[in-house]
């Protein structure tokens, strides 16, 4: 089966780092656009960070530029997302998620991926 799994979430204090990992199984990440979410508590899940095919170019929302750094090992067949200067607005539940095969650039709109984790738990203590 196809499956994503994200892992490296936990509880830090504002201003610490995290680095979250997304291992894929069932397909090549490198053939697709992978992008990372978050969900806030009582807010949509909205796009963070997102790497295209092949590595081509990779996307940060405003609110994480400069903090957030995302990339991808191609031989352990996982996406990173290293996270710095984490505040409690980067709380909620963090998802990976690959595009529809076939689709090359990045992507904001979650509804253009079909393949999701779990998600895993980031929390920010003021």
């Known amino acids: 089966q196809v499956q994503l799994v994200e892992s490296g979430g936990g509880l830090v204090q504002s201003g610490g780092s995290l680095r979250l990992s997304c291992a894929a199984s069932?397909?090549?990440?490198?053939?697709?656009?992978i992008g990372w979410f978050r969900q806030a508590p009582g807010k949509e899940r909205e796009g963070v960070s997102c790497?295209?095919?092949?590595?081509?170019?990779?996307y940060n929302t405003d609110s994480v530029k400069g903090r957030f750094t995302i990339s991808r090992d191609n031989a352990k067949n996982t996406v990173y997302l290293q996270m710095n200067s984490l505040g409690p607005e980067d709380t909620g539940v963090y998802y990976c998620?690959?595009?529809?095969?076939?689709?090359?650039?990045?992507?904001?709109?979650?509804?253009?991926?079909?393949?999701w984790g779990q998600g895993t738990q980031v929390t920010v203590s003021s």
């Open positions: 790497i295209s095919i092949s590595d081509r170019s990779t």
């Open positions: 998620a690959a595009e529809a095969f076939g689709q090359k650039e990045c992507s904001w709109s979650r509804l253009r991926y079909d393949y």
């Open positions: 069932g397909f090549t990440l490198d053939y697709y656009a």
